[in-house]
């Protein structure tokens, strides 16, 4: 069975930093793009960004929202993608999810709250 | 603002069709194709439809999307209370480098 798992959500002040991260299991991990789609409360879906597969080059993509501010990264060998936030702001507030699939974004983990508050 | 544009709403009875549509541009919907999620509060969106038309396995004929122009749409006939849910369109922006989302449909099934 194709899954994604996010973790590392939580509560954190504003201008800290957090890192989210995100383990596939059943699939070719290293194969496909790797994206973030958040959900602050009460809104729509907006993407956050995403990092190529290696054969693509292992670019990546952000929102402007989020330019200069967050990055993703990935670990092949460990089926592990990262979001690392940092200067974060109270409308960074959201659930995060990190979805793949070779149609872009089919398949999509559960999801980790972020919380910005002081 | 989304760069996509749904309807914030749309209702139909049991066993009605409803259309779910999504204004773009012609630096995404035109030149890229579209995707449409199912997403039910609490739980991670579903993909129901990928490339303007395609059902990945396990999702009901029901469900039917179209491209035409800068624009989509997505179709449910037969409408059950389990369909009740938000709606999203996506597409990939040549413009913006980035996926583009609709600001999402809430589908009431009266």
């Known amino acids: 069975e194709v899954q994604l798992v996010e973790s590392g959500g939580g509560l954190v002040q504003p201008g800290r930093s957090l890192r989210l991260s995100c383990i596939g299991s059943?699939?070719?991990?290293?194969?496909?793009?790797m994206s973030w789609v958040r959900q602050a409360p009460g809104k729509g879906l907006k993407w956050v960004g995403f990092?190529?597969?290696?054969?693509?080059?292992?670019?990546?993509e952000y929102a402007a929202s989020v330019k200069g501010r967050f990055t993703i990264s990935r670990d092949d060998s460990k089926s592990i993608a990262y979001l690392q936030m940092s200067s974060l702001k109270t409308e960074d507030t959201a659930v995060y999810y990190c979805?793949?699939?070779?149609?872009?974004?089919?398949?999509w983990g559960q999801g980790t709250t972020v919380t910005v508050s002081s | 603002q989304s760069v996509l544009t749904q309807p914030p709403s749309a209702s139909g009875t049991p066993g009605q069709r409803v259309t779910i549509s999504c204004s773009g541009s012609?630096?995404?919907?035109?030149?890229?194709?579209v995707n449409w999620y199912q997403h039910l509060p609490g739980t991670a969106p579903k993909l129901l439809i990928y490339?303007?038309?395609q059902r990945p396995s396990g999702v009901p004929d029901r469900f039917s999307g179209s491209r035409s122009g800068t624009s989509a749409s997505l179709a449910i006939s037969g409408l059950q209370s389990e369909d009740e849910a938000d709606y999203y369109c996506?597409?990939?922006?040549?413009?913006?480098?980035?996926?583009?989302f609709g600001g999402g449909t809430k589908l009431t099934v009266l």
């Open positions: 979805v793949t699939g070779p149609y872009g974004m089919d398949v």
């Open positions: 059943g699939f070719t991990f290293g194969d496909y793009a």
């Open positions: 990092i190529r597969s290696e054969p693509y080059g292992g670019t990546t």
């Open positions: 012609s630096s995404n919907i035109e030149s890229n194709t």
């Open positions: 490339r303007n038309n």
């Open positions: 996506a597409s990939w922006d040549d413009s913006l480098n980035n996926w583009v």
